[in-house]
C-alpha cells in the first residue's frame, strides 16, 4: 500500500518536474511578440522584415509556407513547426506536401553531411600509399 | 466519427446555457484573454448596432442527412425541429414586405424539411433579388427523391452556396463523414451540368470552405484559386466563388476544441487576429436570423445559443422591420470567431 501510494506520489513529481523545468513551453510561441519590449527598434525591424517575407510574391505565401516548415526541421526548431503546421493547415496544405517538405530538408541534410565524404575520401587518398 | 447530435447524445454541450458558462467562464473570467465587450469597447464598436437590413437568413430545420463533426447547428438525422408550413406562412409575409435585398435558407438540409419545395416556389414569387439555398450537396445525392432538385433550384433561378471543406477525399471525409467528398463531386458536376457555377452563367454556386480542425482559415482569394484548380483539374468542376468561414467555438465545434485540448489556443488565436475593421462589417449588422419555431436572433450562431434578439419583437408574428432595426446585439465570446483575421460571415470575409 505505502510503496502503491510512493510510486503514485513519484508519478506525481515526475509530472510537475516535466511541466515545470522545460527549455520550451509551447505557451511561449503566443509571447514572441514580447522581445520587442526589451528593444523596440530592433524587435520592430524584425517583425516588419519578417512580415513581409511571407507575402505573395515572386513565390506565394503557400510556398514559402512549405519552404518555412522544412527549415523549421532543419534547424530544429519546436516552436516553428508547431507555427508552420498550423499555418499550413490555414493555407489547406495537405499532409503529404507538408511530408514531402520535411523530406527536402532532411535530404539537404543528409546530402550536407555525406559529401563530405568526399573530403574523408580525398583525405584517405592523400595519406595512403 | 460520431452519428448522433449532442442533443441525441445527452451531451452536456446540447445545454446552451452550458456551452454560454465555458464562453463566458475560464480564461475570460480570469482576464487572461477579455471578454468581446471590452475588446471592441477599445476600438470604439459599443454597442453594437444594426446597419441596414439586406438579409434575411431563414433556418428551416435542424434534421440533416450528415453529422459532420464542426456543426455549430448540432444537426443531424436525429433532429427533430422542422418548420411548420404555419411558421413558413409567416415567414412568406414577411419575405414579401422586408427591404432586404437577399433571402437565406439554411438549416440542418434545408431540402430535408418536406414543405421545402412549396416554401421555395412561394419564396421566388416575391421577386427578391438574390434566394439562397445552402445545400450540403450530399442531400443532393441522398435519394431519387431529391435528384431533381438541380433543375428545381434552376427553374426558381437560386443561388446556391455548397460546403466543401477540402478539394481532396481525405480531409472531406474526416470532417463530413465517410464517402461525403464523392456524392459532394457528383452533386457538383451535376449542378455543372445544368449551368450551375459556370464561367458567366447567372445561375450561381459558391463554395464554402471551413477548417477541418483548430486552426483559422488561410486567404479566401488563395485558397479560391486552389480550390478552382483542383476541383477544375480533378473532376473538370467549376464555381463562382469561395467564402473562407471561420469556426465559431459552439456545438459541436466547441465539443470537439475542449476533448482535443485546442480550446484555449483556439480561443487565444481568434483573439489574436482580432481585426477592428471586420467589426465594422459583422454579418449580424445586416443581417436577421429566424428559427424554425420562428424566433429572431442577430444570427445564425445566436439562434444556436439560443440568445434572441434584445428587442419588443422576438417573434415572426409581430415581425416589425423598424422596430428591429433599434436594438443592441446581443454578444459573446463566440463573436471573436467573426472579427479574426479578414473577417468572417456566410459570405465569407468581410474586409
Redesign the interface.
Known amino acids: 500500500m505505502n510503496v502503491i501510494l510512493s510510486v503514485n506520489a513519484l508519478f506525481k513529481n515526475l509530472k510537475i518536474e516535466t511541466m515545470t523545468n522545460t527549455y520550451y513551453d509551447p505557451a511561449d510561441l503566443r509571447k514572441f511578440g514580447s522581445i520587442t519590449e526589451w528593444s523596440e527598434e530592433l524587435g520592430k525591424k524584425f517583425f516588419d522584415y519578417y512580415g513581409n517575407v511571407f507575402e505573395e510574391g515572386a513565390l506565394t505565401a503557400r510556398e514559402k509556407s512549405l519552404i518555412a516548415l522544412a527549415v523549421a526541421h532543419v534547424v530544429k526548431c519546436p516552436y516553428c513547426i508547431d507555427a508552420y503546421t498550423k499555418d499550413g493547415l490555414e493555407k489547406g496544405i495537405t499532409k503529404e506536401e507538408m511530408m514531402e517538405a520535411v523530406h527536402v530538408g532532411a535530404a539537404i541534410v543528409s546530402g550536407a553531411t555525406l559529401v563530405h565524404g568526399v573530403q574523408m575520401m580525398n583525405k584517405y587518398n592523400k595519406l595512403s600509399m | 466519427m460520431a452519428t448522433k447530435s449532442l442533443k441525441e447524445r445527452h451531451n452536456a454541450l446540447a445545454e446552451t446555457n452550458k456551452q454560454l458558462a465555458i464562453l463566458n467562464g475560464g480564461i475570460f473570467e480570469s482576464g487572461e484573454l477579455p471578454y468581446f465587450k471590452d475588446k471592441i469597447a477599445a476600438t470604439g464598436h459599443t454597442p453594437l448596432r444594426p446597419k441596414k437590413l439586406e438579409i434575411l437568413q431563414i433556418n428551416i430545420g435542424y434534421m440533416c442527412n450528415q453529422v459532420c463533426e464542426h456543426c455549430h447547428v448540432d444537426a443531424g438525422p436525429d433532429r427533430q425541429e422542422i418548420m411548420t408550413r404555419e411558421t413558413m406562412r409567416l415567414c412568406l409575409s414577411v419575405i414579401q414586405n422586408t427591404g432586404a435585398h437577399t433571402l437565406d435558407l439554411t438549416g440542418g438540409a434545408p431540402e430535408m424539411n418536406p414543405d421545402f419545395r412549396w416554401f421555395v416556389e412561394e419564396a421566388a414569387k416575391a421577386g427578391i433579388q438574390d434566394f439562397i439555398v445552402r445545400s450540403n450537396l450530399t442531400i443532393l445525392r441522398a435519394n431519387k427523391k431529391y435528384y431533381d432538385l438541380p433543375e428545381f433550384f434552376k427553374k426558381h433561378n437560386v443561388h446556391i452556396i455548397s460546403s466543401m471543406p477540402?478539394?481532396?477525399r481525405?480531409?472531406t471525409d474526416k470532417q463530413r463523414g465517410e464517402g461525403v467528398f464523392d456524392k459532394s463531386i457528383k452533386a457538383l458536376q451535376e449542378l455543372n451540368a445544368v449551368g450551375y457555377g459556370m464561367p458567366g452563367s447567372s445561375l450561381r454556386l459558391d463554395l464554402v470552405?471551413n477548417?477541418s480542425?483548430a486552426?483559422?482559415?488561410?486567404?479566401q482569394a488563395?485558397?479560391e484559386r486552389?480550390?478552382k484548380k483542383a476541383l477544375k483539374d480533378d473532376f473538370d468542376i467549376q464555381f463562382h466563388n469561395l467564402f473562407a468561414i471561420t469556426n465559431l467555438p459552439i456545438a459541436r465545434f466547441l465539443d470537439y476544441l475542449i476533448a482535443s485540448e485546442n480550446y484555449e489556443d483556439y480561443m487565444?488565436a481568434l483573439v489574436?487576429a482580432y481585426n477592428p475593421i471586420a467589426v465594422e462589417n459583422v454579418m449580424c449588422t445586416n443581417t436577421l436570423s429566424v428559427s424554425w419555431d420562428g424566433w429572431l436572433y442577430d444570427c445564425d450562431f445566436n439562434q444556436m445559443l439560443g440568445l434572441k434578439v434584445a428587442n419588443k419583437i422576438t417573434h415572426i408574428k409581430a415581425y416589425d422591420e423598424a422596430m428591429l432595426q433599434d436594438r443592441n446585439i446581443v454578444i459573446s465570446q463566440h463573436c471573436y470567431g467573426c472579427t479574426a483575421g479578414a473577417g468572417s460571415s456566410c459570405q465569407g470575409v468581410v474586409t
Do not use: R, V
Open positions: 477540402h478539394y481532396t481525405g480531409k470552405y477548417p480542425g486552426f483559422l482559415p488561410g486567404d488563395a485558397m486552389d480550390f487565444y489574436e
